[in-house]
């Protein structure tokens, strides 16, 4: 007996676009077993390990019996204070370990489940477009009806929320954004936030931040958390994940703050769909966010190299791209007259050189591609030149 199974998917995937990552996965399979030797600037995957205490402190936790049962689902007290801890080190917001503060199996799955947990089939979510694509596929598996906020390069990447009409923001229910920003690098300054926090709370929308690049930031710039705004907490969570900074992508750890009864819900979800975060993981990124500011500091040195070179590099093929003050990422505007799609795959083909189209992002980042700062100096070199013998210039 054979059956389509593909005829009988739930109805939620159906309203999903087309993940390009995965697509991309795809591609790259394909022109490894070509024999390409790929330099791969699409996903944002740190290059690189996580820090020794940290990788130390797993190895410590895994030889401890106590550390391989079933972990609290609320996660453990140890890694909840370490948290509080770090919010008010890092932006002297003071939160209660106990009901503010809530580990998760890496930010992306937060974000996701926070929609199940509060969008009805038809609620209006409002999300930046371009944005990261879980800050609208999650509420799109809930049933939500979007509500784009396009972006513009004339407007600094930054939401506009003058330009929303008042019929949607009245029925709107969640509001998801990113800065800075993954994929365009924007940064806000704290006016946004606070002029955001004001027009939210007039229309009684929760703020979803997503605060992931939080210390990838370069000369002197502070990224400004949420929480930060006076009667931010109210109405507001905030995520962050250890993947960027702390090289620990493949350990998918990362929590979220803010609002005790926004987080109760995500929190009673969840202990109906995971038993939480393996104690090891959960020790070991407990230890990261211990560690001194110099680490730190080190790593946005890192960066800030790496996108220097890159910004020069592209700036003799024709591109005029200003230095980003945070993230991992360039958004970079593709040739004139190619869609993002196009240009991604033609560079693919050409040179061997991996980087994510702009539409994967949403309608809003159609012609720009992203470019991750996560292959070493040498790499990005070999990058740069491949690109120039196959003729790729901004035209």
């Not at 390990?49 to 797993?58: D, K, Q, S, T």
């Not at 990838?216 to 502070?222: A, E, R, V």
Request: proline share 7%; charged share 20%; net charge negative.
């Amino acid at each position: 007996m054979s059956v389509n199974w593909t005829n009988s998917r739930a109805k939620r995937l159906s309203a999903l676009p087309p993940y390009v990552f995965a697509r991309l996965d795809e591609l790259k399979a394909l022109a490894r077993k070509e024999g390409l030797d790929l330099i791969d600037l699409g996903m944002g995957n740190p290059d690189g390990a996580a820090p020794r205490p940290v990788i130390e402190a797993a190895i410590q936790a895994f030889e401890t019996p106590q550390f391989h049962g079933y972990p609290p689902f609320e996660g453990t007290a140890s890694f909840r204070e370490a948290i509080a801890k770090w919010y008010d080190r890092c932006y002297a917001v003071e939160l209660n370990p106990d009901n503010e503060a809530l580990p998760l199996l890496g930010s992306k799955e937060g974000l996701s489940h926070l929609a199940l947990a509060y969008v009805n089939p038809g609620d209006v979510v409002l999300v930046p477009s371009p944005a990261y694509p879980a800050h609208f596929r999650g509420p799109l598996i809930a049933g939500a009806t979007l509500y784009p906020i396009i972006l513009k390069a004339e407007q600094d990447w930054l939401i506009d929320i003058d330009s929303i009409p008042e019929d949607v923001a009245k029925q709107a229910k969640i509001l998801y954004f990113n800065y800075p920003s993954n994929p365009t690098a924007a940064v806000a300054p704290r006016e946004f936030f606070e002029k955001i926090v004001a027009w939210a709370r007039q229309y009684e929308i929760m703020l979803v931040h997503d605060l992931c690049y939080a210390e990838l930031s370069f000369d002197g710039y502070q990224p400004t958390s949420l929480l930060e705004i006076p009667g931010a907490k109210e109405i507001s969570v905030e995520f962050h994940t250890l993947s960027k900074t702390y090289n620990m992508a493949g350990w998918r750890v990362g929590f979220v703050v803010g609002n005790s009864d926004i987080i109760q819900g995500l929190r009673t979800l969840k202990t109906n769909l995971d038993y939480g975060i393996f104690s090891v993981i959960q020790k070991a990124a407990e230890t990261a966010l211990q560690l001194p500011d110099e680490y730190v500091k080190q790593v946005q040195e890192r960066y800030r190299q790496r996108r220097d070179f890159l910004i020069k590099g592209l700036g003799q093929l024709g591109w005029d791209i200003p230095p980003s003050k945070a993230t991992m990422y360039l958004w970079v505007p593709c040739s004139v007259g190619m869609t993002s799609t196009d240009f991604a795959l033609s560079v693919l083909q050409k040179t061997g050189v991996v980087v994510t189209p702009g539409n994967a992002f949403g309608e809003g980042g159609e012609g720009y591609v992203r470019v991750s700062l996560i292959a070493d100096m040498p790499r990005l070199g070999e990058a740069l030149q491949r690109l120039e013998d196959a003729g790729i210039r901004y035209q």
